[in-house]
């Protein structure tokens, strides 16, 4: 449930408020707001009466939360989340543009690949170094290496990495180079993993699982926010369904969708979504026009010699197109998207 406090209540009056949940055993999380404070009161509501809250000094009045996702849900927070990321904003009136190879395949490839998205307009630079692949033959990513030439193309470009982690214990590792934690699709389930990245307090870009609901989704952002992070994008990536054309089913509606149910910022991937790089930009444009918060797409300098996604990845030259006619979109319809 939450309390929403009188505009007047004084610090004592919400300390009670806090110490009587706290004595119940929940978890409180304290949204201190310009012009009210909300008191998120999170468990099981069955323990605690709505109406001794109520009538407690300086209490306005408690509302429950209905949707199973607390933390992650409107109810709990009607304006939307809006954090920094390197310098740029994610969640505001700006989208942002990330942008790199699916791998990071050599020093050179994620140089080059970084300097030219940067020059495109790209504010985030992505590369995966710890890779979830379909086989175990396929190339899995050069590791600790990948993370360093990483770090190194942040200090040429100045943009922050978005990165993936596979598991709980690579936590501390990737959290040594990268700025953002990338959950994949196929861990958004992985609940140690998401236990791990909630606590790293960490910003963390959590894909949406191929065969996910979009509450179960939720749900899983709900974990991360357990720990207090509240840094928590929602990626949606598409989804399986009988179409073979595409590599995935591009769920434009899962956008408007989770901005509706969620006050968290909402990310697209074209490039997953669609699996052929011919349909990205339609995508992609679609996905600003539905509302996306930011976007993340694969760029690789020679697509054809990727070592992972080439049929995806746009060259640099389609990706600062892109970026040109997203931008339009953006002002189309009152967001922009920085240069
Ligand atoms: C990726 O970003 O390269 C990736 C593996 O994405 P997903 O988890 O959405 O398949
Ligand atoms: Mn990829």
Known sequence: ?????????????????????????FKVHLSDGKERTIIGIIGDDRVINREQIE????????????????????EFKGEDTVFPLGDHTIGGKE??????????????QIIETAIACKEAGAHV???????????????QGMGEEGLKYLAEAREITGMPIVTEVMEPALVPLVCEYADILQVG???????????????????????????????????CAEYIL???????????????TFETYTRNTFDINAIPVAKHLSHLPVVADPSHATGKWEYVAGA???????????????????PEEAMSDGAQSLKPEKFAKLVVEMRAIAQAVGRDIMP
């Open 284 to 302: 992609a444009k679609a996905a600003v026009a539905a509302g996306a918060d930011g976007l993340i797409l694969e760029v690789h300098p020679r």
């Open 95 to 108: 989208v942002l543009v990330m942008a790199g190879p699916c791998s990071v395949e050599s020093r050179t």
């Open 1 to 25: 449930m939450i309390v929403i406090m009188q505009a007047e209540a004084t610090t004592r009056e919400k300390s009670a408020v806090i110490a009587r949940a706290e004595d119940f055993g």
């Open 125 to 139: 630079l992505r590369g995966g170094a710890f890779k979830p692949r379909t086989s175990p033959y396929a190339f």
């Open 55 to 74: 009538r407690m000094p300086g209490v306005e009045r408690v509302v429950p939360i209905l949707k199973p996702f607390k933390l992650a849900s409107r």
């Open 226 to 240: 357990s720990h207090g992070n509240t840094r928590v994008m929602l990626c949606e990536r598409g989804i399986r």
């Open 185 to 219: 699709a196929r861990n958004m389930q992985n609940y140690a993993l998401l236990h791990a990245v909630g606590e790293s307090q960490y910003p963390v870009l959590l894909k949406r699982g191929m065969s996910s609901l979009i509450e179960e989704w939720l749900m």
